[in-house]
C-alpha cells in the first residue's frame, strides 16, 4: 500500500476534472465515488444527473463561507493510495474504508469528529483511489495536518496487516519519483519493459558512473542516443540539464524531456557536480575525448580493470565495517557505480543479472545521511577503469575475474544491506537484499567455468599434494574444516592453496588471513568465497586453465579417494 501526499492546489474543480476525466492517456476506466464526507454526495461519475460543478460547490462550501482573508491560498489537498503490484484486486467496499482510515489518521477528517474537513474518494482503476479534500472544516478552523504524509504512511502498514496485502517499507522522502499510472499506461501501449523516466533514469546513472567532468558525462549521454536539453544562464553558466528518448512523444508530436532531479535527487546537475568535485586529478583512463573513445588512455584490459574493482570493493567492505556513517554513505553510493559500470561492460550470460542487481540498488544508494565524497575516489575509478577497459565475451581470465570482482561485490552490497538495517533505513536496506539476490545469480553464471576448471586441477592434486592442502586447511581453520571439506567446492580451494604455496605463500597464513577479515555467514559457499580471496590476495591469475599442472597425475586408486570426506587418515577419528 503507497500512499502519496500530493502538492497542494487552488482549483478544486480543475482536479475533480482529471480524476472524472479520460486521464492523459485514457487510462481512466469507469470514474466514480466509493466514499466521501457525505453518503449522500454526488458522483459525476455514476449519476448522469450530477455534474463535477455539483461536487466541487458542496467540497468547497466551507471555504467560500470564510471571509476571503481567512482563506488558505492553497486549499485542495490531494492523496493517492496504490496497491502493490502483487496485492490482489480490491473491492470498492475495501478502498471506501481504506479512504475512511487515510482521512482520519492524516488529520482530514479524524474519528468521530462531525467538524473535519469535507472530502472525496475517487477511484478510475483497479490498483489505487484518490482523496480530494478541502481545507477548512465544518466548524471554520484549519485541520491539523502536521506529518501527514507520514501519518500516512503509518496508517498503510496497518492496513496491509489487517488485509493480509504485501508489506511496505515506509519510506523516507529519498527514494526517485515512481512513474505515474499515465507513464506505465502509455508504456504498456507502447510495449515498452521500462517507462521512459525509468529508462532515461538508468541511461543517466550508467553515464554518471565514473565520468570525471560535464564534457564527459554528456558526451555519453549522446552516445546513448539521448536528446539533451541544457538550461544556461545569461552568464554563460551551466544550471542544469533535461533528457527525452528520441521516440518517446507527446500528443504534439514532441519529445518529452525529464529534468535530472525528476528522476532521481541525486541526478541533478549540482549533485553530480559533487561527485565530479573530489576528484583531485584525472585518474589513469583519464584523457581527452577523442582518446577515451579510441580507448588509447586504457592502460589495461578488462581483467586487470575487475581485479581492480575487486580489491577496491574489499576495501570499501572493511571501511563499512568500521568508517564514520558520512565515510560509510558516500562507499554505499559510489558502490552503485561500480554495479552500473560491471554491468555495462559485462558478458550476455551476467548482464540480465547485474543489470537487476544495479536496477534495485540504485534505491539503496541515497539516504538521508549525507555522503563526504572524496572518500570514495577508489570506486569511482573502478568504475571507470570498468567503463574504459571495454567489455568482456565471458571466459578466459576476463570471464573468471568478473567472477572475482562479483563476489568481492556481494560482500559489499551485503555489508550495505547491514548498515542501512542497523540505521533503520528500510527500504535502502530491502534494495540492497534484493540487488545481493541478483548478484549471487550472477556469480554463479560467471563462476560456473572457472571454479570447474578449479575443481579439475584439484582432483588431480598428487596424493601428497593434496594431503598436505587438508592439512593446512585444519591448521587455519579448525572450526571451519570439516565444513568445507564436505563442500562440493574444496577441490577449487585446494587447487588454489597449491597454486598460492607454488607461488611462494604460506597457505595457512594466508588462509587464516582470509577468514579473519570478515565473516563468512553470508556466503553460499564457504569454499567459493575463499577461492576468490585467495586468489586477489595471493595476485593468482582466477582463470587457471593457463596455469601448469601440479606434478604428475597418477590413476585414482582405492586408496586415493574421490572426496577428503572419505580420505579416514586425513579425518580425526570420533570417540564415543
Not at 73 to 80: G, P, R
Not at 99 to 108: D, E, P
Not at 406 to 418: G, N, R, V
Amino acid at each position: 500500500m503507497i500512499p502519496r501526499v500530493h502538492k497542494r492546489g487552488s482549483r478544486t474543480i480543475g482536479l475533480i476534472a482529471y480524476l472524472y476525466g479520460p486521464g492523459t492517456y485514457e487510462e481512466h476506466v469507469d470514474p466514480h465515488l466509493v466514499a466521501a464526507w457525505d453518503s449522500f454526495a454526488p458522483d459525476p461519475g455514476r449519476d448522469p444527473q450530477a455534474t463535477y460543478e455539483d461536487l466541487q460547490q458542496l467540497l468547497d462550501q466551507p471555504v467560500e463561507a470564510l471571509a476571503m482573508s481567512r482563506r488558505p491560498a492553497k486549499h485542495v489537498w490531494h492523496l493517492s493510495v496504490r496497491a502493490a503490484p502483487d496485492d490482489p484486486v480490491l473491492t470498492d467496499e475495501q478502498w471506501g474504508d481504506i479512504a475512511r482510515r487515510m482521512v482520519a489518521a492524516t488529520g482530514i477528517a479524524p474519528a468521530d469528529d462531525d467538524a473535519g474537513c469535507r472530502w472525496a474518494a475517487v477511484r478510475h482503476a483497479d490498483d489505487h483511489i484518490h482523496i480530494i479534500a478541502t481545507l477548512v472544516r465544518e466548524d471554520g478552523r484549519k485541520p491539523r495536518l502536521n506529518n501527514d504524509a507520514k501519518r500516512s504512511q503509518a496508517e498503510a502498514r496497518l492496513i496491509e496487516a489487517e488485509y493480509g496485502l504485501k508489506q511496505l517499507n515506509t519510506g523516507d522522502g529519498t527514494a526517485a519519483k515512481r512513474p505515474t499510472s499515465a507513464e506505465r499506461h502509455k508504456a504498456e501501449r507502447e510495449g515498452r519493459d521500462l517507462t521512459p523516466r525509468e529508462e532515461l533514469r538508468e541511461t543517466v546513472r550508467r553515464a554518471v558512473a565514473g565520468a570525471q567532468g560535464e564534457e564527459e558525462f554528456f558526451e555519453r549521454l549522446a552516445a546513448a542516443g539521448l536528446l539533451i536539453h541544457k538550461r544556461i544562464a545569461p552568464s554563460g553558466d551551466l544550471l542544469g540539464y533535461k533528457v527525452a528518448l528520441p521516440d518517446d512523444r507527446n500528443e504534439y508530436d514532441e519529445p518529452v524531456f525529464y529534468a535530472g532531479s525528476t528522476l532521481s535527487p541525486d541526478l541533478s546537475l549540482p549533485r553530480i557536480r559533487e561527485r565530479w568535485s573530489t576528484d583531485s586529478e584525472p585518474g589513469p583512463s583519464a584523457g581527452t575525448s577523442s582518446q577515451r573513445a579510441a580507448g588509447a588512455a586504457t592502460p589495461s584490459g578488462p581483467a586487470s580493470a575487475r581485479r581492480r574493482a575487486a580489491s577496491a570493493a574489499w576495501q570499501a567492505v572493511l571501511v563499512i565495517d568500521h568508517g564514520d556513517d558520512a565515510v560509510i554513505a558516500a562507499h554505499i553510493a559510489a558502490a552503485g557505480e561500480v554495479l552500473d559500470a560491471l554491468a555495462k561492460t559485462s558478458a550476455a550470460h551476467t548482464r540480465k543479472q547485474l543489470r537487476e542487481a544495479a536496477f534495485a540498488f540504485e534505491r539503496a544508494s541515497r539516504s538521508h545521511v549525507k555522503a563526504e565524497r572524496g572518500h570514495d575516489r577508489a570506486l569511482r575509478q573502478a568504475a571507470r577503469d570498468l567503463i574504459y577497459s571495454g567489455p568482456v565475451l565471458g571466459r578466459g581470465e576476463d570471464g573468471a575475474t568478473t567472477a572475482l570482482a562479483i563476489d568481492m561485490l556481494f560482500f559489499l552490497i551485503t555489508a550495505a544491506a547491514h548498515w542501512h538495517g542497523k540505521k533503520e533505513h528500510a527500504q535502502q536496506a530491502a534494495a540492497a537484499r534484493q540487488a545481493a539476490e541478483h548478484l549471487r545469480a550472477a556469480y554463479r553464471a560467471a563462476a560456473q567455468h572457472p571454479i570447474t576448471v578449479l575443481q579439475h586441477r584439484g582432483r588431480r592434486l598428487p596424493q601428497p599434494l593434496h594431503r598436505r592442502q587438508v592439512a593446512h586447511l585444519r591448521q587455519a581453520v579448525p572450526d571451519l574444516a570439516e565444513q568445507i571439506l564436505a563442500e562440493p567446492g574444496w577441490y577449487a580451494l585446494a587447487a588454489t592453496l597449491a597454486d598460492a604455496e607454488a607461488a611462494g605463500h604460506d597457505p595457512s597464513t594466508l588462509l587464516a588471513e582470509a577468514i579473519a577479515r570478515r565473516e563468512l555467514d553470508t556466503a553460499d559457499s564457504v569454499s567459493d568465497v575463499l577461492v576468490w580471496r585467495l586468489r586477489r590476495m595471493a595476485d593468482l591469475p582466477a582463470d587457471a586453465s593457463t596455469m601448469p599442472e601440479h606434478g604428475t597425475t597418477t590413476p585414482q586408486t582405492s586408496d586415493q579417494p574421490k572426496r577428503p570426506s572419505a580420505d579416514r587418515s586425513d579425518r580425526p577419528r570420533k570417540t564415543r
